[in-house]
C-alpha cells in the first residue's frame, strides 16, 4: 500500500516539474513562483521516489 501512494506522489511531483515551467514559458507564472515551485516539486520527487524503491514487496505465497 506505502508503495503504491509513494509510487503515486512522486509521479504526481514528477509531473509538477513538468508543469511549472510550461506555466512559466506560457507567461502564466512570474520566475520567482516558478523557481521555488520547481524546488519544492524537485525536492518531493526525490523523497518519495526514494521511499517507494526502498519499500520491499510483498510476496504472495501460493
Do not use: N, Y
Amino acid at each position: 500500500m506505502q508503495r503504491i501512494l509513494f509510487g503515486t506522489l512522486a509521479i504526481a511531483s514528477l509531473a509538477l516539474c513538468l508543469v511549472f515551467p510550461i506555466l512559466h514559458f506560457l507567461g502564466r507564472i512570474e520566475a520567482d513562483r516558478f523557481k521555488s515551485g520547481f524546488l519544492f516539486a524537485s525536492i518531493a520527487w526525490f523523497i518519495f521516489a526514494t521511499l517507494r524503491a526502498t519499500r520491499k514487496k510483498k510476496s504472495s505465497k501460493t
